[in-house]
């Protein structure tokens, strides 16, 4: 490996620890989590049953995402030294009886992304981010990341992230989730850095199957979801909740 690629590689796993640290705060038992496992100031998002068609588009106009009421804004976890003016960041997320839908909708005043490829380092520039835990023992987990550009980055966390050596990141990133479908909706002009853009929207569909659990109503999953942004040289982190994961209620 040349030293550039050695520098990028590093630079990669750190904004991923960065990332796993925060999901880190929180460790429950092993199966299927219980509301009672986790802290009592753990978030709680109600995932409700899609009643109809969900078509990945990034719109989130499929009269079922109505009846999936947003999720309270993200909290900044690592902030630069001047924010930007745009930062709210909030979710969704509907089931069915095949797959996990969510809807990640940021407001950005500079969309820009240049990774295309899957499994880029799409977290080194700007990504919103989804990591899933269905085991909940706060260890193990699946994460997804797409950039403005429809970039997905998609891995499977074994171990706790703080432990992560480059050898297990590469390890991680070879997971290729089957039956991935995401897409972007871009409310502004991509990678044209002198305008005021209003944001952009993920739309992630997850097939159970890719990840080999199938909820059942009355399971909960922990779940970390945020917002990776290098702006002006620094890097923001948002996520839903500040340290450890929140709940994921199957109703």
């Known amino acids: 490996m040349t030293a550039t690629a050695q520098k990028s590689a590093a630079l990669v796993l750190a904004v991923v620890l960065a990332v796993a640290a925060i999901a880190a705060g929180c460790s429950v038992p092993e199966a299927r989590v219980g509301v009672a496992a986790l802290s009592p100031n753990s978030l709680k998002y109600d995932c409700r049953p899609a009643k109809g068609a969900i078509t990945i588009d990034g719109l989130l106009d499929d009269p079922a995402w109505q009846d999936a009421p947003f999720s309270e804004d993200f909290l900044v976890s690592s902030a630069v030294r001047i924010m930007p003016d745009k930062l709210r960041t909030r979710m969704k997320v509907l089931y069915d009886d095949d797959s996990l839908y ?141 340290t450890g994961f929140g709940a994921l209620i199957f109703r």
């Open 102 to 242: 969510v809807a990640l909708h940021t407001e950005d005043s500079d969309i820009w992304a240049t990774y295309a490829t899957r499994d880029d380092p799409v977290m080194y520039e700007k990504a919103l981010l989804l990591n899933i835990d269905p085991l909940g023992n706060g260890r193990d987990y699946y994460g997804f990341y797409v950039n403005p550009l429809n970039t997905l980055l998609d891995l499977k966390q074994t171990g706790g992230g703080v432990e992560m050596s480059n050898r297990r990141w590469r390890k991680c990133v070879e997971w290729n989730g089957n039956g991935i479908e995401h897409a972007v909706h871009l409310d502004g002009t991509l990678n044209k850095r002198d305008d005021i853009d209003n944001g952009w929207t993920l739309e992630l569909k997850v097939p159970f199957d890719a990840i080999g659990v199938r909820p059942a109503p009355g399971d909960v999953w922990l779940v970390q979801a945020g917002r990776i942004d290098y702006w002006l040289g620094g890097k923001i982190i948002s996520s839903w909740i500040k």
